[in-house]
């Protein structure tokens, strides 16, 4: 069976997100996939059963295994050993003692997933494939904020589209950060864009929450493969996302990245 590299623990600042980034489709080997299987506990292995499609139980069971390898590079636990509880909406959370202090994100979609991971604080990471099927910037006419609306429908035609997974991907990144996923009203806060500048919220007031602790970081990972990384971190404090493409237990390929893959 592969094992992780026996280097050090990575270390994570305060001012740091990790994003590491697999291409689910692309991992084929049998012994890859038999360890990503062993290594995912009982209750993952039911949900990976009950996938209808062969591309569904792969993405599946890559996304998994990156997020227990993934951990497993800043802590000494086996990818096997990690235990994870839920809260209400569904989010999960290391639990156990002695562990360092690492909150983690995953996002996964056709031909991508990611998880972000950041040093005791709030973190949310979305990717999307862009070339999906289906009503896109319509969407946004009901599920988006006014500002919003407007300012993508002001856009000419061919831009709209993009614009929208602009917003879409910064939006689940803070609804996930937020561990509430769509009990959040995705009308009642809203993004503004601005050429050369990060992504500013604001909140209609029954959100209750101050955009001054958050910040966002937008990144393109593929050309159909918009993301967002949202952090609950004071504007103007610095902020680096750091960047790792991936094949669990097969190495990290090329070094760090910054700021995008």
């Known amino acids: 069976m592969p094992s992780l590299?026996?280097?050090?623990?990575?270390?994570l600042r305060p001012d740091e997100v990790h994003l590491w980034?697999?291409?689910?489709?692309?991992?084929?080997?049998?012994?890859?996939?038999?360890?990503?299987?062993?290594?995912?506990?009982?209750?993952?292995?039911?949900?990976?059963?009950r996938f209808r499609f062969d591309k569904h139980k792969l993405q599946f069971l890559v996304s998994h295994a990156l997020v227990r390898v993934t951990l497993s590079r800043y802590a000494p636990v086996p990818p096997e050993a990690w235990r994870f509880a839920v809260n209400a909406y569904g989010r999960p959370e290391i639990t156990g003692d002695g562990l360092p202090r690492l909150r983690f994100n995953l996002s996964h979609t056709d031909g991508m997933a990611v998880c972000a991971v950041a040093l005791d604080t709030d973190v949310g990471a979305d990717v999307e494939y862009s070339g999906r099927p289906g009503q896109t910037v319509?969407?946004?006419?009901?599920?988006?904020?006014r500002s919003e609306v407007h300012a993508l429908r002001a856009l000419p035609a061919e831009h709209q589209r993009e614009r929208f997974f602009d917003y879409w991907t910064l939006k689940e990144s803070y609804?996930?950060?937020?561990?509430?996923?769509?009990?959040?009203?995705?009308?009642?806060?809203?993004?503004?864009?601005e050429a050369g500048q990060p992504p500013r919220i604001s909140f209609d007031p029954r959100m209750v929450d101050d955009p001054e602790t958050w910040q966002f970081v937008q990144l393109r990972l593929a050309p159909e493969h918009p993301a967002a990384v949202a952090v609950r971190r004071t504007r103007g404090l610095p902020l680096t996302v750091r960047c790792q493409r991936t094949v669990p237990l097969a190495g990290d390929g090329p070094p760090w990245l910054v700021p995008a893959c």
Not at 21 to 48: F, G, K, Q
Not at 138 to 145: K, Q, R, T
Not at 175 to 193: E, T
């Open 138 to 145: 319509e969407l946004a006419d009901s599920f988006f904020a």
């Open 175 to 193: 609804i996930k950060a937020r561990g509430a996923g769509l009990s959040l009203p995705l009308d009642q806060f809203a993004f503004h864009l």
């Open 21 to 49: 980034v697999v291409e689910p489709e692309r991992v084929s080997e049998p012994r890859l996939l038999s360890a990503y299987l062993a290594m995912i506990n009982a209750e993952e292995r039911e949900r990976h059963s």
């Open 5 to 11: 590299p026996t280097e050090p623990p990575l270390s």
